[in-house]
C-alpha cells in the first residue's frame, strides 16, 4: 500500500525524462533538500547501483544509501533505502503520452519492529512535507532544459 503518490505529466520526450530522472546528479534539482548525491557503484545505471545522497533534514546532513531495486529504460524504476528499521521505496512508472511524457509515482514505506511500526505514521508525513512535491520540481527542470 502506498504511502503517498503523485501522476504529473512534462511536455518533453519519455527519452529525455527517464534520463533526466535517473541521473542521480539531478537529484537536488527535484528534491531541494538534497545536498549531494555520489554514485558509490561501477559500471552503467542499472539494478544494484547505489548512490550516498546527503540531505539537510530539520538543518543537519542525513545520509542515505540509494539502491536502485528495479531498472526499465524509459518505461520505469525504483529505489529503495533503509535506515534504522523503516524502508522506503520510490516507484516511478513513465508513460509516452501525447503531451509528452507522463509519470506515476508511489512512496512505500515498510517498518521493521515495533517502534518503527509506531513512528511510522509521523515518518511518512515528514517525508511527504519533504519529497511529496517533487515531481513538480521535477517537471520545472526538465523542461527548463533547452532542446538541442
Given at each position: 500500500?502506498?504511502?503517498f503518490s503523485d501522476t504529473i505529466t512534462i511536455h518533453k520526450p ?18 531541494p533538500n538534497v545536498k549531494q548525491t555520489v554514485k558509490i557503484t ?71 519492529g515495533i517502534m518503527m511500526k509506531l513512528i511510522k505514521p509521523l ?26
Amino acid at each position: 500500500m502506498a504511502a503517498f503518490s503523485d501522476t504529473i505529466t512534462i511536455h518533453k520526450p519519455i527519452d529525455e525524462v527517464f534520463s533526466f530522472s535517473t541521473n542521480m546528479e539531478n537529484s537536488n534539482k527535484i528534491m531541494p533538500n538534497v545536498k549531494q548525491t555520489v554514485k558509490i557503484t561501477d559500471g552503467p545505471i542499472t539494478v544494484g547501483t547505489q548512490f550516498k545522497e546527503t540531505r539537510v533534514i530539520r538543518g543537519r546532513d542525513a545520509e542515505a544509501v540509494i539502491e536502485i531495486i528495479k531498472y526499465i529504460p524509459n518505461q520505469a524504476y525504483s529505489v529503495k533505502n533503509v535506515t534504522q528499521g523503516m524502508e522506503v521505496i520510490y516507484h516511478y512508472q513513465f508513460n509516452k503520452v501525447v503531451e509528452g511524457t507522463k509519470i506515476d509515482f508511489q512512496c512505500e514505506v515498510n517498518a521493521s519492529g515495533i517502534m518503527m511500526k509506531l513512528i511510522k505514521p509521523l515518518f511518512i508525513k515528514i517525508l511527504k512535507k519533504e519529497d511529496g512535491d517533487h515531481l513538480h520540481h521535477l517537471k520545472k527542470a526538465v523542461e527548463s532544459v533547452k532542446d538541442q
